[in-house]
């Protein structure tokens, strides 16, 4: 059974980024990596609307931002492809805002 993270706050990534609905897609994706998911969790667990989720999707699709994990019926499991170059780079980006954000913690941890 799977486990799917479902977003409570908003993460480092996308209070960089702002609130565009496909940086949430992919955040929520990023937070999920490696389980395949249905379209309907991504709307439920990106917090964003079926509409939103259907006008971006061509373009994470073109983009070769998912893949498509499984299929059953006309249902279909996408995940994160993390081979893509676009990826790699919102990776690394976050890796270094979670950097950035440890570091000004452990700061504040030091002066008090």
Known sequence: ???ISM???NSL???FLGE???FRII????ENKGIGIT???IIEGAGISRAALFKYWNQIEAQEIVV???????TKLYALNSRNPIIKKLLELESILIGKALDKHA???IKV
Do not use: H, Q, Y
């Not at 955040?27 to 990023?30: N, S």
């Open 1 to 3: 059974m799977k486990s």
């Open 7 to 9: 977003k409570k706050e």
């Open 13 to 15: 990534l996308i209070n």
């Open 20 to 22: 565009n609905p496909v």
């Open 27 to 30: 955040d929520f994706l990023i």
């Open 39 to 41: 379209k309907k969790e």
């Open 68 to 74: 498509i994990t499984r299929k059953f019926g006309k």
């Open 107 to 109: 700061l504040i941890e």
